[in-house]
Nanobody, 125 residues
Framework: EVQLVESGGGLVQAGGSLRLSCEASGFDWDDYNIGWFRQAPGKEREGVSCISGRDGSTYYADSVKGRFTISSDKGKNTVSLQMNVLKPEDAAVYYC??????????????????WGQGTQVTVSS
């Protein structure tokens, strides 16, 4: 059974940093991409970043390029999202998701098969 559990959310001032973690289990990492998505109140869920379990390649939404960094530690079954220079518009519930047998890498929500429960990120101005 695939399980994804996020942690690390919280309250931070604008300009600050947070590190989110996604503990992933129940699947062969080589067959999955792991992505981070977020959803703010009243808005659609959007992709933030993704990492390939096969080769470690990464992909970022334009809105977070240069500020967020995704990484994985297969030994710890963990994907992390380091978020720096946070802005009020980054505030949202952040979700970890897994895409099975991916073709390439991207942030198409419809292609992600498994989702975590989410972790709240609040950014005060």
């Amino acid at each position: 059974e695939v399980q994804l559990v996020e942690s690390g959310g919280g309250l931070v001032q604008a300009g600050g940093s947070l590190r989110l973690s996604c503990e992933a289990s129940g699947f062969d990492w080589d067959d999955y991409n792991i992505g981070w998505f977020r959803q703010a109140p009243g808005k659609e869920r959007e992709g933030v970043s993704c990492i390939s379990g096969r080769d470690g390649s990464t992909y970022y939404a334009d809105s977070v390029k240069g500020r967020f960094t995704i990484s994985s530690d297969k030994g710890k079954n963990t994907v992390s999202l380091q978020m720096n220079v946070l802005k009020p518009e980054d505030a949202a519930v952040y979700y970890c998701a897994a895409e099975m047998n991916p073709v390439g890498i991207g942030l198409n929500l419809a292609l992600f098969d498994f989702w975590g429960q989410g972790t709240q990120v609040t950014v005060s101005s």
